[in-house]
């Protein structure tokens, strides 16, 4: 089996970040995990948003739900979020000192609605013009099956990263195309890239995973100690460690404050 370092190896990183920047605004990377494994991953969400709706736990409406608090739900999502080929990509636009700004499972039911047209967080939390640089968020999104013409494959328009600006209603819906792969593979986007789901008209959930990186200095979208598990930081790796932020915050206090060093020779200091 080809392992991930090989594929991280095989890619054309530089090639790949300068289509997400200057070119479409997006790529897909197929057979990052296999279709065992993207099976596997997905009956795990499945089960996952079963148990939080017993518990009254799990946010959705008009046939769309999510799961957060990933990293601390299975071992396969705390690989998922630090996968060395993806990494290579994202690092090579943000730099190597990122965060995860988010990390939740979407599941569209049959006869789930687009949900609206969008550009990623923190675009959307500001006022166009938006900066074009630096980048600010780099999505990747998972496809745990195969993204289809009918099952809710997302809909980009491509070069849109370019413009900088809020979704135009009317240019989305003439220029915008449905990104299908197979289950295993990972898009990854600029986060100015204007995008969408499309509607479900198929007769079974179409679920995907959802990660948002960010430059360490925005604020990140969700709670990364939502459903916390210490295990999990005391085995992680220091990637992981470092994308949750975990080595600025107190390891003494629940509610965890930052912890930031200045220089002896730090002017105000």
């Excluded at 900066?131 to 009918?150: K, R």
């Excluded at 604020?219 to 459903?227: A, G, K, Q, R, V």
């Amino acid at each position: 089996m080809v392992t991930n370092k090989q594929i991280a190896e095989s890619i054309d990183t530089k090639n790949l970040a300068n289509e997400i920047l200057h070119g479409k605004g997006y790529v897909i990377i197929p057979d990052l995990l296999s279709k065992e494994e993207a099976a596997a991953t997905r009956s795990l969400i499945l089960a996952l948003a079963e148990q939080e709706r017993q518990q009254n736990k799990l946010i959705g409406q008009d046939h769309k739900e999510r799961v957060y608090g990933l990293i601390y739900k299975g071992k396969i999502f705390e690989s998922l979020v630090q996968n060395p080929t993806l990494l290579s990509v994202v690092e090579s636009i943000l730099g190597e000192d990122i965060i995860l700004g988010g990390f939740s499972a979407h599941i569209l039911h049959p006869g789930a609605q687009r949900m609206g047209i969008h550009v990623d967080y923190p675009y959307w939390a500001m006022s166009p013009p938006f900066p074009t640089f630096p980048v600010l968020e780099i999505q990747v999104i998972w496809l745990m099956e195969d993204f289809t013409a009918d099952n809710g494959a997302p809909l980009f328009v491509a070069d849109s990263q370019k413009l900088a600006d809020k979704p135009n209603p009317s240019r989305f819906e003439e220029l915008s195309q449905k990104i299908t792969g197979s289950a295993g593979s990972a898009i990854i986007s600029h986060g100015l890239c204007w995008h969408d789901t499309s509607t479900n008209n198929s007769d079974r959930a179409r679920i995907s995973l959802l990660a948002n990186y960010t430059p360490q200095y925005i604020h990140p979208l969700e709670d990364n100690l939502y459903d916390h598990q210490s295990e999990v930081i005391e085995r992680a790796t220091p990637k992981l460690k470092q994308l949750l932020r975990h080595n600025f915050k107190s390891p003494q206090r629940q509610i965890f404050n930052m912890k930031c060093e200045l220089p002896d020779s730090h002017p105000n200091g």
